[in-house]
């Protein structure tokens, strides 16, 4: 471990790991593939489904493994990002059997956000102190595949220096049908419009069989990793997911993974990787009985660290879902291996949909508290995983300590000087952010 970690390259350093005499105690072939890790040595597919198998003492060190490499690639810093998720629409025409946010336009839920609303709540974020905003919808059969371009046009001409991150794979390839354009055309024309990136959603499992049984009316997994490199060659940066705990198991997770690593070699174009665990409650996959009830804890640990120890080198930054898993369980989750915790959200719609039982808004205090908590850094990040600021704990715990825990609090907008009140989704009290 004697190189410094680059991008694109699995070696790192450190100093030496304070459980390497716990390997001795493990299965001796999981032992291995863990000291290849601590190597910086890069996985194979088979290698990973193993880990992924990992339960009891062998699980233990896998995470503990998982949290050495993260603290000598990444250091002790867990950031988080100010951001909106705006929902502009959740007409849908795919039906897909683990969403219960997509309805059809005749259904008495359905909605459909003017672009002057969607500007709307994009300034009040922005006034809140956010960075960034997320606009994500169904696949509406009543919008022009321009309107996508149009509601960039329009939160730009008001916030020209928000970062807007916004469009799934699947909605860049729906626009493109609608408009007649190729991929690269709309990529292009949306990145002129004021795209800053894209979230790689819609990947779920990329994995043909899986897919199919999931919904018959998406992007094939051919088409997503198409679309992806075509976003990265055109300058549009993108996150990478998973979905996982329905009807998947470690071979599709660990072949998952080692896709996104190869395109990550290509591209370069991934910013973080965010595993997230099928919500059930609330879905049709579920009820028919063919998914189990989403990700074990177990299973949420495991995740992290593999995807860790796979990416190591390759995309650095691992992100925690706290509206998936609970922020308590999101702490365990950055102990096996992630740096980030996320974002704040404000407007969170899909996952409550599905049932999840977590909350729409976290403000950024009670982010830097349970980072605190865990003797870790906290920081705040923009979509690019640049530091926007940093805190000093003695001054910030004291802040903490002394606010209120319940309740509306009030916040600085932008540029200081006004007070705001918090979303009504949250509360907490924002500190002024660097423009």
């Known amino acids: 471990m004697s190189k410094e970690a680059q991008p694109g390259s699995a070696t790192y350093s450190g100093?030496?790991?304070?459980?390497?005499?716990?390997?001795?105690?493990?299965?001796?072939?999981?032992?291995?593939?863990?000291?290849?890790?601590?190597?910086?040595?890069?996985?194979?597919v088979e290698e990973g489904i193993q880990l992924f198998e990992c339960r009891g003492r062998e699980l233990q060190v896998l995470a503990l493994v998982a949290d050495e490499v993260r603290r000598q690639l990444v250091g002790d810093v867990i950031t988080y990002v100010q951001v909106r998720n705006i929902n502009f629409t959740n007409v849908c025409y795919t039906g897909c059997r683990f969403c219960e946010f997509g309805q059809r336009a005749s259904h008495q839920?359905?909605?459909?956000?003017?672009?002057?609303?969607?500007?709307?709540?994009?300034r009040e974020a922005w006034d809140f102190g956010a960075t960034e905003i997320c606009m994500q919808g169904g696949l509406n059969p009543q919008l022009s595949g321009y309107h996508y371009r149009d509601l960039l046009v329009a939160v730009k001409k008001e916030l020209p220096d928000i970062h807007i991150h916004s469009f799934s794979p699947f909605e860049v390839q729906y626009c493109a049908r609608r408009t007649g354009l190729s991929v690269e055309e709309v990529l292009i024309m949306f990145k002129e419009a004021g795209l800053g990136s894209i979230p790689g959603t819609a990947a779920e499992i990329l994995d043909t069989e899986i897919r199919q049984r999931l919904t018959k009316n998406k992007l094939t997994a051919e088409d997503w990793a198409t679309i992806i490199k075509t976003a990265h060659r055109v300058g549009l940066p993108s996150t990478s997911t998973i979905m996982y705990g329905h009807i998947d198991a470690p071979r599709h997770w660990s072949n998952h993974i080692a896709l996104l690593r190869e395109i990550?070699?290509?591209?370069?174009?991934?910013?973080?990787?965010?595993?997230?665990?099928?919500?059930?409650?609330n879905t049709r996959l579920y009820a028919s009985g063919e998914a189990r009830p989403g990700s074990t804890g177990a299973?949420?640990?495991?995740?992290?660290?593999?995807?860790?120890?796979?990416?190591a080198g390759y995309i650095n930054n691992i992100q925690v879902s706290w509206v998936k898993m609970g922020p308590k369980f999101a702490q365990q989750c950055l102990m096996s291996g992630a740096n980030d915790f996320g974002g704040t959200l404000m407007d969170e719609t899909i996952s409550r949909m599905?049932?999840?039982?977590?909350?729409?808004?976290?403000?950024?205090?009670?982010?830097?508290?349970?980072?605190?908590?865990?003797?870790?850094?906290?920081a705040q990040r923009a979509t690019n995983y640049k530091i926007l600021r940093n805190f000093d704990r003695a001054e910030d715990q004291a802040y903490l300590a002394q606010k209120p825990a319940t309740g509306t609090t009030t916040g600085w907008a932008r540029g200081g000087g006004k007070e705001i009140t918090a979303p009504a989704t949250g509360a907490g009290r924002i500190l002024p952010v660097i423009n």
């Open 354 to 378: 599905a049932g999840a039982s977590y909350g729409e808004y976290m403000p950024p205090d009670e982010f830097r508290r349970l980072i605190w908590d865990l003797d870790r850094v906290p």
């Open 109 to 122: 839920d359905a909605y459909t956000l003017e672009i002057e609303e969607v500007v709307q709540r994009a």
């Open 264 to 281: 990550q070699k290509e591209t370069g174009g991934f910013t973080e990787f965010v595993p997230l665990g099928f919500i059930h409650d």
């Open 299 to 311: 299973e949420d640990i495991t995740m992290h660290a593999v995807s860790r120890l796979m990416l």
């Open 15 to 44: 100093s030496p790991l304070p459980v390497e005499g716990l390997l001795g105690r493990i299965k001796p072939q999981i032992a291995q593939i863990l000291s290849r890790s601590l190597e910086g040595r890069e996985l194979t």
